[in-house]
Nanobody, 128 residues
């Protein structure tokens, strides 16, 4: 099995930055594409960004392109989300997810949240 554990959340002032991490453990060879999602209070969980297994290809939901950057370090089995110019509306629980390599890098799987592995989430609170 694969376990995903997010970290790096916390409280920050508007305009500040945070870098989230998601570390994979277990059968890490079963991890291909990875991505980030978030769920704001009272709202549905939405897709933020995803990255291919080799880190070369990324894609973002339009709302986050330019402010957020996804990256990964396969030597550490970790995916990151660098978040800049944070706003109060970025307050949410942030989740990472992953798919096994055999499922490729499917934008639709991330956009419809059909991914196989999920973390428990990390809270980000942005105060204005």
């Amino acid at each position: 099995q694969v376990q995903l554990v997010e970290s790096g959340g916390g409280s920050v002032q508007a305009g500040g930055s945070l870098r989230l991490s998601c570390a994979a453990s277990g059968r890490t060879l079963s991890i291909g594409a990875m991505g980030w999602f978030r769920q704001a209070p009272g709202k549905e969980r939405i897709f933020v960004a995803a990255v291919s297994w080799n880190g070369v290809i990324t894609f973002y939901a339009d709302s986050f392109r330019g402010r957020f950057t996804i990256s990964r370090d396969n030597a550490k089995n970790t995916v990151y989300l660098q978040m800049n110019s944070l706003k109060a509306e970025d307050t949410a629980v942030y989740y990472c997810a992953a798919d096994p390599p055999l499922k490729g890098f499917s934008r639709s799987r991330f956009q419809t949240q059909q991914n196989d592995y999920w973390g428990q989430g990390t809270q980000v609170t942005v105060s204005s």
